[in-house]
């Protein structure tokens, strides 16, 4: 394996972009053709034999970061833990099949992520069950498959969930998602432990006490500890320590009245580089990120006197959105002199929401010139018809002409997990590439798929 490899850098002289630096980076390089490869497969190729737009994924690169933060978690904290894929980043089958095999637990959030990770043989016990509004359905969905754990996170689904399991006579464990108030330097929609947020019961205000006691008088739930989740996107790695500092004071108080926490679940959130300015963080630098955590929840248990608890940590886009790319083809150009350049794909906000969503920035690149200095600035535009619908803007590129192949990177966490069907457009396949070999893991839409669930009511056919 050990791929010589990418990263580019934009290098700049008084505004104009003199050409991309490359750095080391195991998913993607160059080749003698020029055209990037990634996992070992030329995309160029890969855009030839299965079209375009496509998701490519490197499978290998998935895998060496699921490692990564498990062998940290060995050796660093006695093994005693488990990493939990976040599904939601990019949830299918094979997805599932990977976490398996390389003994992680995952995320749901859904009953549809349960159900894609059963039907891919995810075992039971290793999933947790988040959501903040979980539908009575998926909890009974839930309990039918004996997920591990549900991670609750409202009066109204503590008590839904009491009654469902007195009435099946079981007992189900759970962990309660507390906000531990931190503020994490991400968009402030993907902040999820401000004292504002939809999301888990407030240790500040008493609500997580509060709530925990609730819990403990309920007979059938088993409550074996707490889940905070600060964000998404984040690279201080003082946030994380502030937030597992406010859990084991928590923890701390609850002791006093003779709880014992079990499992502490610190979620996910780590961020990773995208575009110019981002950090580019090797896959070590992801274990110091759980080392520091693992550093914290250590010398904040042996302050308090606590047992250490059983580590859970959530990583999604970490694991997979630096696996991932997505190929286009160029289709118009329109330079709208002295103002901007358009450079249209064949995607759009259809399969990439991200910066539409998010103001998002992404590194593009010509896959088949890869060698081109990026000597222009070029917005990026979707196909769908809206003047939003734009996948970057200001993006260095080289000098693109119909028919060229683009490679937008990391695109491998939320792109295909929030695409749609706007427009009626096609969901893109995806494949999966391990070492050279490619495969679809997704397959192509079909215009028949589009219509599958359409009603077209007699009356309105006359
Ligand atoms: N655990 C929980 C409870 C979460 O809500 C999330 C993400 C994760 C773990 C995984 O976080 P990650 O390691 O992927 O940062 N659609 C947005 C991201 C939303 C994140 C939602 N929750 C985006 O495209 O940036």
Redesign the pocket.
Known sequence: MNLRVIFLTARRNRGIILGMDIHTRETLKINEKGHLEIGGADCVALAERFSTPLYVFDEVHIRAMMRVYRETIDREYGGYGCV?Y?S??FSCMAMYGIARQEGLGV?V?SGGELYTARKAGFPAEKIYM?GNNKLPSELEEALDAGVGHI?VDSMLEADRLEEMCKARGKTQRVLL?INPGVEAHT?H??Q?ATPDSK?GFSIANGDAARMTEHILSLPHLELRGF?C?I????FEKESFSLAAEKCLAFLAELKKSGYTCEEL?M?????VWYAEDDRMIPPSGYAEYLSALIGTIKTGCAKYGLKEPFLLI??????V?EAGITLYTVGAIREIKGLRKYVAVDGGMFENP?YC??G?RYTAILANKANEPATERVSLAGKCCESGDLLGVDMPLAHAETGDIIAVLTTG???Y??ASNYNRNLIPPAVLVNEGEAEYIIRPQTYEDLTRNDILPDRLTK
């Open positions: 939990l976040a939601k980043a995320d959030v988040h991670v998602r968009h929609f993907v999820t999301f889940h989740h964000g998404s996107q984040i679940n979620g996910g959130g780590f961020g959530e990583p999604g886009r970490s694991i959105a991200r969503l998010y998002s966490a939320y792109n997990a929030m």
